[in-house]
Nanobody, 125 residues
Framework: VQLQASGGGLVQAGDSLRLSCTAS????????MGWFRQAPGKERELVAA????????RYGDSVIGRFTISRDNGKNTVYLQMSSLEPEDTAVYYC???????????????????WGQGTLVTVSS
């Protein structure tokens, strides 16, 4: 299984950006998918997670109302639409896959089986 994240870049505060993560192999629709981020000197934190069917979603407190996670199982891709970006959103963003279809949308990194390489998002003030 390989996860390929893309879409990061340098934007200004208030701008929008969409991240994509495409997975290879196995049955994508069976996986919980998550987006995490890690800023310098900070722990990796959950940004958003989505169940295999897309029916369940979970967001980190700091992004509620600004970010939206979605997925297209036909394309083996999960998206993170980010709006009203703030300098505090600057981080490396990682996508991750949990193979347990009925698992809770956990923030625990240890529960995720596969990780993408990360894509850098920089928000200037």
């Amino acid at each position: 299984v390989q996860l390929q994240a893309s879409g990061g870049g340098l934007v200004q505060a208030g701008d929008s950006l969409r991240l994509s993560c495409t997975a290879s192999g196995r049955t994508f629709s069976n996986w919980v998918m998550g987006w995490f981020r890690q800023a310098p000197g900070k722990e990796r934190e959950l940004v958003a997670a989505i169940s295999g069917s897309g029916a369940r979603r979970r967001y980190g407190d700091s992004v509620i109302g600004r970010f939206t996670i979605s997925r297209d199982n036909g394309k083996n891709t999960v998206y993170l639409q980010m709006s009203s970006l703030e300098p505090e959103d600057t981080a490396v963003y990682y996508c991750a896959a949990d193979e347990g279809a009925l698992n809770p949308l956990t923030s625990r990194t240890a529960n995720y089986d596969y990780w993408g390489q990360g894509t850098l998002v920089t928000v200037s003030s």
